[in-house]
């Protein structure tokens, strides 16, 4: 090379690619003169403007010219007409010797040979990249054609007229240089692209260099990411060809449709055996060999890969249909299932739900659609359906799906006529009534067939019934109206024999529906297998019932009291449950008691349950069929009473219609029951308030009698109770119940006189209230109050209102005795047992200071005590007599010593002086009591009679015998000795009778 060559290779090394240009190329590269140089230059640089790169690479395929025009001088056997194609040898790619020497021989030459390959790859390469670049400027041009359809949309705000440059036209860049796409592998364009979903470009790329890219056409397509819809790059997706059952091959358009000699296969076998060259490095462009086709069912294997990988990694359903669809549009086998699979599972995903819903996060997949079953897909479908849309969704969604089961059963050689029918029943049998009355509206039977969702007249009442009756709601009474006016009617004439057979069903599910523990509950599936076979006839005796239970069930409902419609089976042959619930009617209104203040709502009531226990035009019982109409009456009236309503009572008793028709006994015994449950439930015993002045104005309302006024006396008493502030044994006043369950009420007024120190002082209150607690007919009871009155006034030291007490008793039992049959009547032992007792025991007290009265009270025992008891009552009066003696002599000795005083008169004393002058001149032996007056013997006598005291202590001021004055407070009854001496007691029998006949002595 001269040193002008040398230094336009100088120039040309010295350039950088972005400073190489047309003139530069054509000034100085084209100067140079040695090919091999030019060559080797054309392909060692890589430039980004096409124009520049083409002129690069035509002048270096122009140099190679000479080289290969030598080379296939070499191996061609025919002469060569035409310098730029020459003969084509066999396709082999075995080596020529010929050619491997010459290549040997010629190094420079098999240089420009390699070479030339390279250039014309690029060559392709940048038409390619050209032809690219004009697709995407067509696609720019169609979205600028989209947007400008959106250019007068009045919500986009309008650009700056001065910012926009209405001379240039946007076009998109290229997806990368082009000294990029040149040197890079043609595969690792094409999967560029795919995954930028730059398909235009692809497009291309894929006509120009099919040949090369088909090995991989399905690495090609895995890189387009999932979520791409199908319908974008269907065309890239492998066809079936049904002729010769393998893939279609996609026809490609190359540039050159016939190789140059350089890339023949034997010359690039004689290129690498001359070792002359290193192929691997510059070559690019390699021949593949036999393109290998899928078969069917490698291509139904890929479309159920790829539909797994999209579930997988998107979860969008539709994508993954639309790849089946496409697939089984062009013919792919065995895709049909999949489509029907991924099509219903996508109504699933996109149409179960409307878009105005929230949609709950569920990780819902193929392969658990796949394992699902058809009763789990229709509730799936029809979960976020609304009673206005269920038989849409039914329609639109199930439907289809039924009829996909329906097909495949078919295919599979065991078809089921029932399964649609099936399913439909068991979805009506477990959805709430709303739902179910919607689909039962959509089946009337004046609908045409193929509308109706449920066909079979029968199957609809079964169902309705079924649905009905195992429905646990209380407040849709309007619903089930709507579903029993969709049922069909048949014309059945009421006969004695369909009224046996209405009564055995009735019977029969009364029975079924009865909760077991086997069965807490009956549901609406197990009563349609007891109505499936009941015929048309058994159907419509059961609409019928079924209307009658519909018509008593909003009654209840309307008076708060609503029980489930299958409660009106079981309470059909059960006169307790159907009480039962006529009270709960009669006390428990649908509004407030305070509202119901009219008369005319409680008239309605009365209508409302008298319409219960009655009969309909064909025999039917209502819900308290088993009621008398007189029952019926007496439970209206005592909720009435419940309810405190006493005047509307009163004017439903006497109004001139009189609609209660009630005796008075009756009316009697229904206040008192009334009156009775108010008491019991009083937190107060004063009868001006609260539920205690509910009992006692409530026995205004009946007639007056001796029961009625016994129970006002009673509640009266109560109240007298409560105001002497009784308390309970935990510290709590006592409750009015606590009063009614007391067994012994005269332990009441003993409560009464322990619990108020001052409460004794009021003796006729006292009375009074033993009165009214039931013993106004009691003398005996009196009596032993006044004991009570007694021994508490003697327990607080009042002597003289204890005395006074006493003798008040004293003169009630002399009456009682007087106006009895005999002597043996019980009251007046129970009184007079009661009286000597008292009075023994007030008359020995040693610290009541009065003698006299002492000695006429001990007198009043001696005439009261049974005759076992005299000899000791008489010791103690004889003691205390002698002490009597003792005090007067020392007065008496006091008043001749000069102490003027004046005897102390004899008035007030119980037993007469002449008597009390023989008990002193009577003489007996002297007993072991009458030594001992407060042993053991009057242990036993004290004992019972205390007992007849229902007060606390129960107990008498105890005294010491020895010297007859102790002061003890401690109280106990008398312990006296149990061995009376049967000589005294002889004796006592014996004289008593001249004891009180004899005459006084002065």
Request: include cysteine; proline fraction near 6%; glycine fraction near 4%.
């Given at each position: ?28 590269l ?24 083409r002129a ?7 140099r190679t ?24 040898p066999?396709?082999a ?9 010459y290549f040997?021989?010629?190094p420079?030459?098999?240089q420009v ?13 940048l ?5 690219m ?8 041009e ?7 359809e959106?250019e ?22 290229p997806?990368f ?51 791409t ?7 890239f ?9 393998t893939?279609?091959?996609?026809a ?5 449709p016939d190789?140059?000699?350089s ?28 393109p ?19 579930l997988t ?7 993954a ?22 099509s ?9 739900a ?43 969604l ?8 329906e ?10 006529t ?23 509206e959509?089946s009337?039977?004046?609908?045409p ?12 009442a ?9 429905s ?6 309007s ?8 049922l069909p009617?048949?014309?059945?004439s009421?006969?004695?024999d369909?009224?046996?057979?209405a ?26 297998i007891f ?15 079924l209307?009658?239970h519909?018509?008593?069930?909003e009654?209840l ?8 419609l299958?409660w ?14 006529a ?11 305070s ?25 039917l ?6 009621l ?8 209206f009236?005592?909720g009435?009473?419940?309810?405190g ?11 001139r ?9 009756i ?16 937190s107060?015993?004063n ?16 007639p ?19 105001s ?17 369950l ?11 006189l ?5 409460a004794?002082?009021?003796?006729e ?13 009691d ?10 009155i007694?021994?508490?006034a ?9 005395y ?11 009456e ?15 009184a ?10 007030l ?12 000695l006429?009270?001990?007198g ?5 005590c ?6 000791d ?11 009597d ?12 010593s ?7 008169a ?13 008990f002193?001149?009577l003489?007996m ?26 007060f ?15 002061r ?13 001496s049967a000589?005294?007691?002889?004796v006592?029998q ?13």
């Open positions: 090379m001269t040193s002008a060559a040398d230094d336009l290779c100088d120039q040309w090394t010295s350039l950088q690619d972005a400073d190489v240009t047309l003139s530069s190329i054509q000034d100085i084209a100067a140079i003169q040695d090919d091999l140089w030019v060559a080797a230059a054309s392909a060692d640089r890589l430039l980004d403007d096409v124009d520049t790169q690069l690479l035509e002048l270096g395929l122009q010219k000479p080289a290969i025009e030598r080379a296939s001088n070499v191996y061609s056997p025919h002469d060569n007409d035409d310098d730029t194609s020459p003969p084509l066999p396709a790619d075995t080596p020529d010797e010929t050619l491997v020497s040997r021989d010629e420079a030459d098999a040979c390699s070479i030339r390959t390279v250039l014309l790859s690029r060559m392709d390469r038409n390619s990249f050209v032809e670049q004009q697709e995407n400027a067509g696609f720019d169609l979205e600028r054609q989209v947007d400008a959106w007068d949309d009045p919500w986009e705000d309008a650009p700056d007229e001065d910012t926009v440059d209405k001379a240039t036209t946007p076009t998109r860049e997806p240089p082009l000294s990029t796409f040149l040197s890079a592998e043609l595969l690792t364009s094409a999967s560029y692209l795919a995954s930028r979903l730059l398909f235009s470009p692809l497009r291309v790329l894929r006509q120009r260099h099919g040949f090369h890219l088909w090995p991989s056409r399905l690495s090609i397509i895995e890189s387009i990411p999932e979520h819809n199908p319908t974008e790059y269907r065309d997706l492998p066809d079936y060809d049904a002729t010769n059952e893939e279609r091959r996609i490609a358009e190359h540039w050159r190789p140059d000699w890339e023949l296969p034997q010359v690039l076998a004689s290129l690498k055996a001359s070792e002359v060259v290193e192929l691997g490095g510059i070559l690019t462009l390699r021949t593949p060999g036999s290998q086709f899928l078969t069917a069912s490698d291509l139904t294997s890929w479309y159920k890969q790829r539909v797994d990988k999209v990694s998107t979860g969008m359903t539709d994508i249909l639309g790849l089946v669809q496409h697939g089984a549009g062009q013919g792919v086998p065995d895709l049909d299932e999949l489509g029907e699979e991924l219903l599972f996508s109504r699933l995903i996109y149409d179960a409307s878009l105005d819903e929230e949609i709950e996060d569920e990780d819902w997949t193929l392969d658990r659609w796949r394992t699902m079953q058809p009763r789990e897909v229709v509730r799936a479908y029809l979960r976020y359906s609304t009673p206005e849309s269920v038989v849409t969704d039914i329609r639109k199930v439907m289809p799906y039924l009829f996909v089961l097909t495949r059963a078919e295919r599979a050689g065991q078809p089921d029932t399964l649609s029918t099936r399913l439909i029943y068991d979805y009506i049998l477990t959805v709430p009534l709303d739902f179910a009355a919607s689909i039962f959509s009337k039977p004046i609908l067939p193929a509308q109706r969702l449920v066909r079979d007249d029968e199957d609809m079964r169902l309705a019934l079924a649905c009905l009756y195992g646990d709601a209380l407040d849709q009474w619903t089930m109206s709507r579903i029993f006016e969709c009617a048949w014309d059945n009421p006969t004695d369909l009224a046996d057979e009564d055995t069903t009735v019977a029969s599910l009364g029975s079924f529906v009865t909760p077991t523990t086997a069965r807490p509950r009956v549901t609406p599936s197990d009563l349609l109505f499936q076979p009941l015929p048309a006839t058994s159907l419509s005796r059961a609409l019928d019932i209307d009658v519909l018509e008593s069930g009654i409902s309307r008076w708060d009291v609503a029980a489930p299958r009106f089976l079981q309470s059909a042959n059960n006169e307790a449950e159907q009480r039962a619930r009270t709960r009617m009669a006390r428990r209104t649908g509004r407030p008691i509202e119901l203040d009219n008369q005319g709502d409680w008239e309605w009531l009365l209508e409302d349950i008298l319409k219960l226990s009655g009969t309909n035009d064909i025999g019982k209502s819900a308290f069929g088993l008398s109409r007189t029952e019926v009456i007496r439970i009236f005592g009435l009473l419940s309810s309503k006493f005047d509307i009572a009163k004017n439903m008793l006497h109004s219609t009189n609609p209660l028709a009630l005796d008075d006994r009316i009697e015994d229904i206040c008192l029951a009334a009156a009775r449950e108010f008491y019991d439930n009083a107060t015993g009868y001006r308030f609260g539920e205690m002045k509910l009992a006692y104005d409530c026995l205004t309302v009946a007056q009698s001796e029961n009625v006024l016994r129970e006002q006396e009673f509640i009266e008493a109560t109240s007298r109770i409560t002497f502030n009784v308390m309970t044994r935990s510290g709590v006043l006592i409750s009015p119940l606590e009063i009614r007391t067994k012994d009420r005269l332990s009441l007024v003993s409560r009464v322990s619990s108020n120190s001052d004794y002082k009021y003796t209150v006292i009375l009074d209230l033993v009165h009214k607690l039931g013993f106004r007919d003398p005996a009871a009196k009596v032993k109050a006044l004991a009570m007694a021994d508490t003697l327990q607080a030291e009042d002597f003289a209102r204890a006074e007490t006493s003798e008040t008793m004293v003169n009630a039992v002399v009682l005795r007087a106006s009895a049959v005999g002597m043996d009547d019980p009251q007046v032992r129970e007079a047992e009661v009286c000597w007792v008292a009075c023994f025991q008359g020995r007290q040693p610290e009541f200071p009065d003698v006299p009265k002492k006429a009270l001990l009043r025992a001696l005439e009261f049974p005759a076992d008891k005299l000899v009552i008489l010791a103690a009066w004889r003691r205390l007599d002698a002490e003696i003792d005090a007067r002599r020392a007065r008496l000795a006091k008043r001749r000069g102490a003027q005083r004046k005897p102390a004899g008035a007030g004393e119980i037993l007469p002086s002449s008597l009390a002058s023989r002193q001149k003489h032996p002297t007993s072991p009591l009458s030594r001992a007056p407060d042993s053991a013997a009057f242990a036993n006598t004290f004992s019972r009679v205390a007992a007849t005291f229902p606390g202590s129960g107990a008498s001021l105890g005294s010491n015998d020895n010297d007859g004055r102790s003890s407070r401690e109280r106990a009854w008398p312990a006296l000795d149990h061995e009376v000589q005294a007691s002889r006592l014996k004289g008593i009778g001249w004891l009180i006949g004899a005459d006084d002595e002065a």
